[in-house]
């Protein structure tokens, strides 16, 4: 069973167009991330969702907007599309950023190049 | 500020040579550290992670890392490399609300 999914693994747009990627854990966890990772592998932390509520928002363009309608999925919206938008997006999964213990697992990512 | 700096950037090594790869942290709480590796085209997935207690901590495929305290450090190690290992390796240290991952590190192995 995937733990952590996300759909699609690829995406392929024209500049200024709109694209959603999907993300399902079936872990039970509490928390959910999105992270962007360049072409030089920086990860870095875009949003994060705790039960539902938005907990972390890193400076991201308004153009990206993150949706949680359950615990369990939490998706990307992104608007006008750039060409810096290229990247891999990965999606996480947590069983709650306030547990001592707290464990980060990651979806496959999205690789969206804008065209 | 938190931070994670990695100060290996690339490291090739040959099969069954030994590896260290450095990790340093910045941030005055408690911490959860963590190493992470991504084989290339694929996500990251955890090797090992740090709570408490045995600052020796082992992970997956025979990887250990080494938490000091006073070195603000969590060096990851292998005692004999495969070509299998290469790989990106990205350390991570959870804060109050966040991860911070470090630049990575990039691992080839040669055969």
């Known amino acids: 069973d995937t733990a952590v999914s996300q759909t699609p693994k690829y995406l392929v747009t024209q500049m200024g167009n709109d694209k959603s990627i999907k993300c399902e854990q079936n872990l039970g966890h509490d928390t959910m991330y999105w992270y962007k990772q360049d072409s030089k592998k920086f990860l870095k932390i875009m949003f994060s969702y705790n039960n539902k509520e938005l907990i972390i928002n890193e400076t991201v363009p308004n153009r990206f907007s993150p949706k949680s309608p359950d615990k369990a999925h939490l998706n990307l919206h992104i608007n006008s599309l750039e060409l810096g938008d290229s990247a891999v997006y990965f999606c996480a999964s947590s069983p709650g950023q306030g547990q001592r213990t707290d464990t980060q697992y990651f979806g496959p990512g999205t690789r969206l190049t804008v065209l | 500020a938190q931070s994670v700096s990695q100060h290996n950037h690339h490291v090739i090594l040959s099969e069954a040579a030994s590896l260290e790869l450095g990790c340093n ?69 959870k804060g109050t609300y966040k991860y911070i991952f470090g630049t990575g590190t990039r691992l080839k192995v040669l055969a």
């Open chain 2, 25 to 93: 942290y910045s941030y005055g709480g408690t911490v959860n550290l963590f190493w992470y590796v991504q084989y290339p085209g694929q996500h990251l997935q955890l090797l090992l992670k740090y709570f408490s207690g045995d600052p020796l901590v082992k992970g997956i495929k025979g990887f250990e890392a080494e938490f000091i305290k006073s070195k603000f450090s969590f060096n990851l190690r292998k005692p004999s490399v495969q070509w299998s290992d290469t790989a990106e390796y990205f350390c991570a240290v």
